[in-house]
């Protein structure tokens, strides 16, 4: 037992050492949002794991300052503005505002990876599995669960690409410039995208809650974007239509594309619709370079097509974290500071290159070094142009960031 104490403290002091080091010599005052002096921040620190919070800042050196002192594995600011930042209670604080924020992460979507390399462990049994954790133990029935979760090429695609959709939705359907959006990688598994401008600053939650319900699709109203009958003929959006009409299209077209038999019995289509759209398959998809497919198929009606068309907005919506966006007090991460479970910085990525983005590499806060690890176990990873295979109890040399990140995931400890 001493030992293993031992093993942590060395662990945990050298991974606050490179933290600290970071936040000395690299940590910039181009990072600091705007409005400064009115944001309330925080900090969770490595070894406590308590939240310090409703710290106000005038200067960036008092920041600075403030972060080489505490050494925290995570820091965050309001997306609030403040009359009173510092003051601990909200109440007293004076909002007058506060950003835009979205925050999508792989752990709100389900992706197939995460039964390769998700841990989470019943806190009261120690039963365990893979892939998203249950509310409830299934060998227990407690409810405080452990995560482990890994960050691989998937998860961080993933991720990408529904940001790339919400990103589409922010400018085509709500009219935001690439110059009024800044999007970050958060250093761990996802992205954040802030909107600071005036216009949206005074929005209250239930404002917010309906630009939510858009961009995750739902309440849409189907006979409002196209899908209707007039005079007994049933009509569809096209690709080409504005707003979600055009996105129904899209995503329909996409269901239909990949999809089985099974996956339309899932629907509860009658097996009357499920044959026609099998046996005319071919035709439907051909039939969007026309008209659309929405009265070409005999058998296949109004509340077929609206099961269908469900299926293409789950495809077309952008999965967010509805409560980071409605929260108007909300903290989030500093862009440039240093992830506690990667040792990857948040990113500013600009909007035209966020395809091009590698956040495994273009985020990588050290650059050289390197530290002796013994490994406990973890799966393939890549940091930068490397990648390393699975290792399982084993003492290896690694570069600083590919050994930081798996200290911080908790896969190894600094070797004797």
């Known amino acids: 037992m ?65 972060l080489c002192e505490l050494v925290p594995s995570d820091v965050y600011y309001s997306s609030a503005y403040y009359e009173e930042p510092s003051a ?18 792989a752990d709100h979507i389900p992706t197939p990876c995460e039964k390769v390399h998700d841990v989470w462990v019943c806190s009261n049994c120690n039963f365990s599995d893979r892939g998203v954790a249950p509310e409830k133990c299934p060998s227990c029935g407690a409810q405080k669960i452990d995560t482990k979760t890994w960050v691989c090429e998937v998860c961080l695609e993933t991720t990408k690409r529904e940001t790339m959709k919400l ?7 709500f009219g935001f410039s690439a110059k009024e959006m800044k999007v970050y990688f958060s250093g761990h598994r996802g992205y954040h995208v802030h909107v600071e401008e005036e216009s949206v600053r005074n929005l209250d939650q239930i404002a917010r809650r309906e630009i939510v319900d858009y961009i995750v699709g739902i309440g849409l109203d189907m006979d409002i974007h196209g899908l209707k009958v007039i005079d007994q003929r049933l009509v569809g959006p096209d690709f080409s239509d504005v707003g979600w009409g055009g996105r129904i299209a899209r995503g329909t077209y996409e269901f239909l594309l990949n999809s089985s038999s099974q996956d339309l019995e899932r629907l509860g289509l009658q ?23 929405w009265n070409i198929v005999k058998g296949v009606g109004l509340a077929s097509w609206q099961k269908i068309v469900e299926q293409g907005i789950e495809l077309q919506s952008a999965k967010i974290d509805t409560v980071v966006t409605t929260d108007i007090h909300r903290l989030i991460r500093l862009d440039g500071t240093l992830h506690g479970k990667t040792g990857l910085k948040k990113t500013e990525v600009s909007v035209a290159g966020i395809d091009g983005f590698d956040p495994l590499k273009d ?54």
């Open 2 to 66: 001493i030992v293993e104490i031992e093993m942590l403290s060395k662990t945990l002091k050298f991974v606050q050492e490179k933290f600290l080091e970071y936040y000395k010599d690299s940590f910039q005052e181009t990072w600091v949002p705007s409005l400064f002096e009115n944001r309330e921040f925080g900090v969770l620190l490595f070894k406590e794991k308590i939240m310090v919070r409703h710290r106000s800042f005038q200067q960036f050196d008092e920041l600075k300052g403030f």
């Open 88 to 105: 601990s209670e909200m109440g007293e604080k004076g909002w007058f505002g506060a950003d835009l924020i979205f925050d999508i992460d």
């Open 167 to 173: 990103l589409d939705m922010l400018t085509s359907d």
């Open 271 to 293: 097996r009357r619709a499920i044959d026609a759209i099998v046996k005319y398959k071919s035709e439907i998809l051909e039939s969007w370079k026309e008209r659309g497919p």
């Open 363 to 416: 985020a990588v806060a050290f650059k050289q070094g390197a530290v002796e690890v013994f490994v406990h176990e973890s799966p393939k990873f890549r940091i930068g142009d490397t990648e390393y295979e699975g290792l399982k109890e084993r003492k290896v040399e690694l570069p600083i960031a590919a050994g930081l990140f798996l200290l911080c995931k908790g896969a190894a400890e600094v070797a004797t």
